[in-house]
């Protein structure tokens, strides 16, 4: 059996939604597990959504526009769009409840957080259905199995594993459709992977049911070693080891999460990007294997925070104090993208999610002087080359600079922003 997953851009529209259809029904009728995300930017909106229930706000307005575009969808997809339409006004009821609940911020975000991916998994179901495709939805919450970190779930893979044992026996005959980017804890609370996490959710059925390859469809004709939309240059990559892959994502790749590679390296299970736009491109396989003389890799990551904390009393920044930043950074739940340190003062720099960051400086605060700055771009070179190395280390703007024998950090004010 192989997994399929579609990314918000690429099931986005009536005529998107059409295509992932007729790439799934190329396919045959059984032995595909399908993971939808959800649809363009609905995520972004639920975040919105999120963020003023709990500051007691109204978000009638944008649970109006969420309902608005998903009906327009089902409009174009469907001759009678009774049964569906119910369905989703059902589904985006329950999250408005969900949102205003009280209780600790990042387990209301998950209970919220996926009914992006739960809203287009139904649609895609039933569409598939119309056309004739017989395939069986699924709520991924039932089987893909979690501790309790929320927005951050940690899988449990011996459980995950038993409880998709009888998929098996559906793939022998069915479709299955199912959502990225959620789970569930032993309390049966849903618990988000991560954000942009259906990637993942793919590896994981993927290799909890013994897949023959795991495709991410995408809206680039491969893995690229820069962002076309910022180099023009940027080449495709035929095929590219795990471990490569991995690295690029760790540096902030978004073209795969993360999470995704390890979990299918360590089971041998291809990864292949292919392009939506074009699916006879034959996109890049990420396996076992090796390839010389690979260009350099340019990763930007954006939304990024500097965060400085300085000594007060005239001593060294030393080991306990590095100790007292790493359990901060830990407790509030982030993670370093790059780091530096004088003697006085210790650097680094995080994705700026606005409550962990304050709620990471409170903590700081206790112990050193604060400083931070946001809007800012982290950009990476892997694999740099004399030329590559000289242009992004005299680039306008950069605040910090990091590099070792493979890969330079440069971190510089977002001119986006």
Same mark, same amino acid.
């Given at each position: ?9 690429? *099931? ?20 595909l597990?399908?993971v ?24 009638e ?28 006004k059902? $589904?985006l ?39 004739g ?10 089987f ?9 779930g ?7 594993e ?5 998929l ?22 849903? /618990?988000?992977?991560?954000?942009e ?5 793919a590896?994981?059925f993927?290799?909890? +049911? ?9 809206? /680039?004709?491969?893995?690229? #070693? ?13 095929? +590219? ?15 795969i ?6 979990p ?10 292919k ?9 890049t396989v990420?396996?076992?294997?090796? /390839?010389?003389? $690979?260009?350099p890799?340019?990763v930007?990551?954006?939304n ?7 000594v007060?009393d ?10 007292? *930043?790493?359990?901060?950074i ?7 993208n790059?780091m ?5 003062s210790?650097?680094?720099c995080?994705?700026y999610?606005?409550?962990? /960051? ?12 604060v ?20 242009e992004?280390? #005299?680039?306008?703007?950069?605040? $910090?600079e990091?590099?070792?024998r493979?890969?330079l950090?440069v ?7």
């Amino acid at each position: 059996m192989r997994v399929f997953k579609f990314g918000g851009a690429s *099931i986005k529209s009536v005529a998107a939604i059409k295509n992932a259809a007729a790439v799934i029904q190329s396919q045959g009728k059984e032995n595909l597990l399908v993971v939808v995300s959800a649809m363009g930017s609905t995520t972004d909106q639920l975040e919105r959504i999120i963020a003023l229930a709990q500051e007691g706000n109204s978000f009638e307005k944008e649970l109006n526009t969420i309902e608005k575009y998903h009906a327009e969808i089902i409009a174009g997809l469907f001759p009678d769009t009774q049964s569906v339409s119910q369905r989703v006004k059902e $589904l985006l009821n329950e999250l408005a409840v969900a949102a205003n609940a009280k209780g600790d911020y990042d387990f209301i975000y998950d209970q919220v957080i996926g009914y992006g991916e739960i809203i287009s998994s139904v649609i895609i179901h039933r569409f598939l259905q119309q056309q004739g495709t017989t395939n069986e939805w699924i709520d991924s919450r039932q089987f893909i199995k979690t501790d309790s970190t929320f927005r951050e779930g940690q899988i449990r893979w011996k459980e995950t594993e038993v409880a998709m044992k009888p998929l098996q026996a559906i793939l022998k005959s069915k479709i299955i459709i199912a959502q990225g980017f959620i789970g569930s804890d032993e309390k049966n609370n849903t /618990v988000s992977l991560g954000r942009e996490g259906s990637d993942f959710s793919a590896a994981i059925f993927g290799c909890s +049911l013994g897949a023959e390859s795991v495709t991410i469809w995408k809206d /680039v004709p491969g893995l690229m #070693n820069a962002d076309p939309k910022r180099i023009a240059s940027a080449v495709v990559f035929e095929e +590219l080891p795990y471990k490569e892959t991995a690295e690029m994502t760790y540096y902030g790749a978004s073209v795969i999460h993360p999470k995704t590679v390890k979990p299918l390296a360590t089971h041998n299970i291809p990864l292949v990007v292919k392009s939506f736009v074009d699916p006879s491109l034959p996109g890049t396989v990420i396996h076992d294997c090796h /390839v010389n003389n $690979l260009p350099p890799l340019i990763v930007h990551k954006e939304n990024q925070c500097l965060i400085s904390c300085k000594v007060t009393d005239y001593t060294f920044i030393n080991e306990e104090q590095l100790g007292i *930043i790493f359990h901060a950074i830990s407790e509030a739940g982030m993670r370093i993208n790059v780091m530096q340190n004088s003697a006085i003062s210790f650097s680094f720099c995080v994705d700026y999610i606005e409550h962990r /960051v304050f709620k990471l400086i409170g903590i700081l605060s206790k112990h050193f002087e604060v400083f931070y700055n946001t809007n800012l771009l982290l950009i990476t070179v892997k694999n740099y080359d004399q030329k590559t190395f000289h242009e992004y280390r #005299n680039m306008h703007g950069v605040i $910090l600079e990091q590099s070792s024998r493979s890969a330079l950090q440069v971190l510089v004010k977002d001119i986006a922003h």
